[in-house]
């Protein structure tokens, strides 16, 4: 699959352009392009695409977008939470490029896209990525804090990390000197990032004697960030956050455990006992992953029906180890199909690791509490791997998933 980021924010059919990269299978930049338009945006990616899949990560909002520039809910989630404010039109109020726009221009050139990434590299996609985002998480990555398991708000801190303001939406109060300095200092603060390839940005910032040729090496570092960071969601999801709904509006960003910790954190709300699966839904559901079978002897008419899924490519989850026992909503999904929740009774797992014991299986029992939990079965079994609420972040595999269903 061949990866682009493309900077569409001073797109706007007039004078102003989008700047795009390609990488190579390495993770390096190997193409840099301007494109005047959508048409001609999409036109380059699909040459360059040669055919091949393609993810390309744009800055603008593709799902849950709308033309007054409104917020969605993850625009909130993500400034509270992260302290980081997306824009969500231009500063003179116009919105930015709309995701069905992109999605059509993309099919005109031949390129049908889905409107987030196809985690199976089979359909071309796009991915909504932001730069701010993705300069904060590598800032943090870098920062003490980021090791500093033992600090008392480290929350406040993510929040309150400076991100240097090199795009500033208003001209006229920056001169060339400001924004060259803004730039360089970003640049500088990520130039060591593990999987992004900053060499072209800082050549053109290098020669950029102008304000024009500045903010056209902001936008190649733009590009280059988004680019960067859709190649880490594929290659490593683990390291990576998905935040928000497919439909409803979403936004990929890196992400180490703490920060996806504090990004995927459900919101507060009411829930209540999980009802059946239909048994034929369920399999149906799991059928490419999983085989379903019955794993009660016999069906008594009027109970539930007990099955059993086994995986053959498990799906990999992560739990933060808070509790005594796995609460759900300290649990995050990486890789792999998403089990339902519905009807499930237990769970066996296998702890990612690098010793010995990594073969061993382990058991989670559903607890009677109505928020999402388990119990870990029995005890000694896990404190063998899992020291009891040492706050840190433990990656699984789901080996097989036993249901109720009707």
């Known amino acids: 699959m061949r990866i682009f980021g493309a900077d569409l924010r001073d797109l706007d059919g007039t004078s102003g352009s989008a700047t795009v990269v390609a990488l190579d299978a390495a993770g390096a930049v190997n193409h840099v392009a301007r494109a005047a338009d959508l048409s001609a945006l ?3 990616v699909a040459k360059l695409a040669a055919g091949e899949p393609l993810l390309c990560a744009v800055d603008v909002p593709v799902a849950g977008g709308s033309a007054t520039g409104k917020p969605r809910r993850v625009d ?54 932001h730069p701010e985002l993705v300069l904060k998480a590598l800032i943090w990555e870098s920062s003490t804090a980021a090791g500093a398991r033992d600090l008392p708000d480290r929350e406040g801190i993510l929040r309150a990390l ?91 960003l890196p992400a180490d455990a703490f920060v996806r910790r504090v990004a995927l954190r459900e919101p507060a709300r009411a829930t209540g006992h999980a009802s059946l699966f239909p048994r034929a839904s369920l399999a149906a559901r799991l059928a490419p992953h999983a085989v379903v079978r019955p794993s009660a002897l016999l069906e008594m008419p ?15 989850y992560e739990f933060d180890n808070l509790d005594e026992m796995m609460w759900w909503k300290h649990c995050r999904h990486l890789t792999g199909p998403e089990l339902p929740t519905d009807g499930l009774r237990e769970i066996v797992v296998r702890l990612d690791a690098g010793d ?19 119990r870990f079965e029995p005890p000694a079994a ?25």
């Open 162 to 252: 400076a991100v240097p303001e090199y795009r500033s939406p208003r001209p006229a109060r920056a001169d060339w000197a400001d924004r060259f300095a803004a730039l360089d200092a970003a640049v500088s603060a990520v130039a060591g990032a593990d999987g992004f390839d900053f060499r072209p940005a800082l050549d053109e910032l290098q020669r950029a004697v102008t304000e024009s040729a500045v903010a056209a090496a902001a936008s190649l570092f733009d590009a280059t960030l988004l680019a960067g960071a859709a190649r880490r969601y594929l290659e490593e999801p683990e390291r990576c956050a998905f935040v928000g709904l497919r439909e409803s509006g979403y936004v990929v």
């Open 356 to 374: 010995d014991d990594a073969a061993m299986s382990l058991r989670l029992v559903r607890s009677r509490h109505k928020t999402l939990s388990f």
């Open 76 to 129: 909130g989630w993500l400034r509270r939470r992260l302290g980081v404010r997306i824009p969500l039109a231009r500063a003179a109020g116009s919105p930015f490029v709309a995701g069905p726009e992109l999605i059509h221009a993309f099919a005109t050139a031949g390129h049908a896209c889905l409107p987030f990434p196809d985690r199976d590299r089979r359909q071309s996609g796009l991915v909504e990525i």
């Open 42 to 44: 999409a036109r380059e």
């Open 302 to 316: 009027g109970h539930a029906q007990q099955v059993e899924a086994v995986f053959e490519k498990p799906p990999r």
């Open 382 to 406: 896990w404190r063998l791997r899992v020291p009891p609420r040492d706050g840190k972040t433990y990656p699984f595999r789901i080996l097989r998933a036993a249901f109720d269903a009707e």
